[in-house]
């Protein structure tokens, strides 16, 4: 398949594994293609590293890395991950992509709200997260449990890694002219730098308006899917005065106040931490699809969950205020697949939500 400007879709996600631009074993299962990316799973043991770290451009993972590994995990009957403790982790997937192709990685919705900070490494990287033009070998993931303790086992999906040829980021002039055609946002759209999005705390008696982790619980079994009650883990919060209140170095799950689209054309990124306008970050898992928030994949009124986890200083945030931004890049062709509509996606039509690893509220 010609590789066209923008992000590849799932069909040339299809035809780079045909083509061995993408290589694993076991194979790749269909279910890991998105409609813009592709889930990657992990290999069968974890190093527990003494710190987080990159290579360098001179040097691979292995020859890096490797005076810092503490010892090494076997994941075959599933092992846990300690809160606070960082560890690298061999990915199933390998690479050799064409010489013009990136790639870019991101945790995945159900990882960023347990906050599990996952973060891409490959060889003679530079960035987390970033996949030069042409890279060739290994790719590995370090994951850290600021929150909570989990369980994993090899094939689990913790990341997701988009393939971009050439440049695709939307300029705020055209993300005007799509705003203007498709509506991206309901309510006002403030568009610089990206979509700008604000976090919705309005004070109404009774309403919940999101949840802060609980500093002390136990194991999550990241297989167990609709399963652990959100009181054991969640203190839930209610807002009435308009306002909130962060504790440093604690985790919030909050919603958007407005409702987010992403044309079938498109997909989108959410900037993970913006200093201009406080202390914290506000997303873990930044990628959205396309078809999210659209009619015609069953995405109407769809709101961004903010995985949240302020700085070093207490922070007030209120209601309406602008939190982050969104940065929308064109895909190189309309997906075969749209989120929600073709997947039975667990996030569409969302509001303010929990981790599928929780039971749903009755």
Known sequence: MRMMTGLCA???????????HILAEPQID????????????L???????????LTGANATVKEALSDFIMHTVDLSAGAVLERGCVYLIPLVERLALPATVTGVANAKSSSGRLDLLTRTIVDYGTEFDRIPAGYSGAVYV???????????RPGLQLNQLRFRNG??????????????????????AIIEDGLGFAVDLSATESKLIGYRAKPHTGVIDLDQLDYYEPAEYWEA??????????????FYILVSKEAVHIPPDFAAEMAPYLAMVGEFRVHYAGFFDPGFGHDL????GSRAVLEVRCREVPFVLNHGQIVGRLLYERLAERPTLLYGRDLGSNYQGQGLKLSKQFKRPL
């Open 10 to 20: 799932n069909q040339h996600i299809e035809a780079m594994i045909a083509n061995g």
């Open 30 to 41: 269909p279910s890991q293609i998105q409609p813009a990316s592709l889930d990657l799973r």
């Open 43 to 53: 290999g069968t043991i974890a190093y527990r590293m003494r710190t987080s770290a």
């Open 142 to 152: 370090e994951v850290c449990p600021r929150s909570f303790s989990i369980l994993v």
């Open 167 to 188: 440049q695709s980021q939307l300029s705020d002039a055209e993300l005007r002219k799509l705003h203007a055609s498709e509506t991206l946002v309901s309510g006002e």
């Open 237 to 250: 919060l209610y807002c009435t005065d308009d306002y909130l209140i962060l504790d440093p170095e604690a």
């Open 297 to 300: 994949a069953g995405g109407r």
